[in-house]
Structure formats: structure tokens, C-alpha cells
């Protein structure tokens, strides 16, 4: 069974960067997707960008994209979300969350997966 662990969230000052991580262990397929995801306070989990590990294709919400970088490292077994510009509105707590049976390529949407991280919290100051 697969699981996942984030790390990297924190609190930066609006425009500044951070890079999440997400390292699963178990048994994790490469033809798969993995996508990182993000709720706020009183609102609904959306998507926020996908990755496929078997090829590498990526897909972002309209809301990051330019600022946002969906990556993996194979040599580490990591996926990496990079963020840059953040803004005020970025502020979520993020998880990582996959599915060997499921896509995440309509981001926003949250699909059905079934394996999540415990999150990891992004706090930007204006």
C-alpha cells in the first residue's frame, strides 16, 4: 500500500517561493498520476497541478499557471511542486494524493483518490 509524505510548506511574504515535496513508499506504480491539491479555510479542496509519472505530462489549474511547477525526480522517487510568486490567496493547507486508477488531469477537479498525505500548510502575508 502506498503512502505519501509532504514537506516543504511554511510561511513567505507575498512573491516569495517554496517547493513542496511528496515522497511515496510502498508499492507505487510509474503509470500513474499524482497531483497536489490544496484547501483553504472555509472552502472546497480544488486541484492545483498533475503530473503522470509514467510520462511525465503535466496539467495546472488556471490559477497557477506561470507561477506554479509540477516536477518529479526519479532518481529520489519524488514529486516537487514548485511555487513562485505566491500570493495572499495561495495561503491552503496542500496535500499530495494519487491513484492508480484515476486521473487528476482536470484540474481543478478533485477526482476519487484514494491515497493523500497529511498535508502540509502554506501560509503567504501580504
Known amino acids: 500500500q502506498v503512502q505519501l509524505a509532504e514537506s516543504g510548506g511554511g510561511s513567505v511574504q507575498a512573491g516569495g517561493s517554496l517547493r513542496l515535496s511528496c515522497a511515496p513508499s510502498g508499492e507505487f506504480s510509474i503509470r500513474t498520476y499524482m497531483g497536489w491539491f490544496r484547501q483553504a479555510p472555509g472552502k472546497e479542496r480544488e486541484g492545483v497541478a498533475c503530473i503522470y509519472i509514467g510520462g511525465g505530462a503535466t496539467y495546472y489549474a488556471d490559477s497557477v499557471k506561470g507561477r506554479f511547477t509540477i516536477s518529479q525526480d526519479n532518481a529520489k522517487n519524488t514529486v516537487y511542486l514548485q511555487m513562485n510568486d505566491l500570493k495572499p490567496e495561495d495561503t491552503a493547507m496542500y496535500y499530495c494524493?494519487?491513484?492508480?486508477?484515476?486521473?487528476?488531469?482536470?484540474?481543478?477537479?478533485?477526482?476519487?483518490?484514494?491515497?493523500w498525505g497529511q498535508g502540509t500548510q502554506v501560509t503567504v502575508s501580504s
Open positions: 494524493a494519487t491513484d492508480p486508477f484515476h486521473t487528476c488531469s482536470m484540474v481543478p477537479a478533485v477526482p476519487p483518490f484514494r491515497t
